[in-house]
Nanobody, 130 residues
Framework: QVLLVESGGGSVQAGGSLRLSCEAS????????MGWFRQVPGKEREGVAAAYSRGGNTYYADSVKGRFTISQDNAKKTLSLQMNSLKPEDTAMYYC???????????????????????WGPGTQVTVSS
C-alpha cells in the first residue's frame, strides 16, 4: 500500500511563505505524476500544481501561477510546494496525491479533475491571515 505523508503546513500572514513537503513510500514505479490539491470546507477541491516524473514537466493552476513552485525528487519520491506571496484565499487543507496511471499527455488535465489520482495523503492545513 502506497503511503503519502504531507508536512510543512501552518499559519502565516499575507505576503509570507510556506513550504509543503510530501513523501511517498512503498511506490517503486518510475513513471507517475504527483500533485498538490487544496480544499476549503463547503467548496470543491482545487488542483494547485502537478509534476510529471519525466522531463521536469510541471503545471500550475492560474490562481497560483507565479507564486507557487512545485518540485519533485524522483529518486526519493518526494514532492515539495514552495508557496510565496501567500494570500488569505490560499487558506485551505492541502493534499498531496500520486497518480500512477498518468502520462505526459494527461498530467495537466488530470490535475484539473483530481479524480484520477489514486493515492492521497491525509492533508496539512495552511492558514493565511490578512
Amino acid at each position: 500500500q502506497v503511503l503519502l505523508v504531507e508536512s510543512g503546513g501552518g499559519s502565516v500572514q499575507a505576503g509570507g511563505s510556506l513550504r509543503l513537503s510530501c513523501e511517498a513510500s512503498r511506490y517503486t514505479d518510475s513513471i507517475y505524476c504527483m500533485g498538490w490539491f487544496r480544499q476549503v470546507p463547503g467548496k470543491e477541491r482545487e488542483g494547485v500544481a502537478a509534476a510529471y516524473s519525466r522531463g521536469g514537466n510541471t503545471y500550475y493552476a492560474d490562481s497560483v501561477k507565479g507564486r507557487f513552485t512545485i518540485s519533485q525528487d524522483n529518486a526519493k519520491k518526494t514532492l515539495s510546494l514552495q508557496m510565496n506571496s501567500l494570500k488569505p484565499e490560499d487558506t485551505a487543507m492541502y493534499y498531496c496525491a500520486l497518480d500512477s496511471r498518468c502520462s505526459i499527455y494527461t498530467y495537466q488535465s488530470r490535475l484539473n479533475s483530481g479524480s484520477m489520482y489514486n493515492y492521497w495523503g491525509p492533508g496539512t492545513q495552511v492558514t493565511v491571515s490578512s
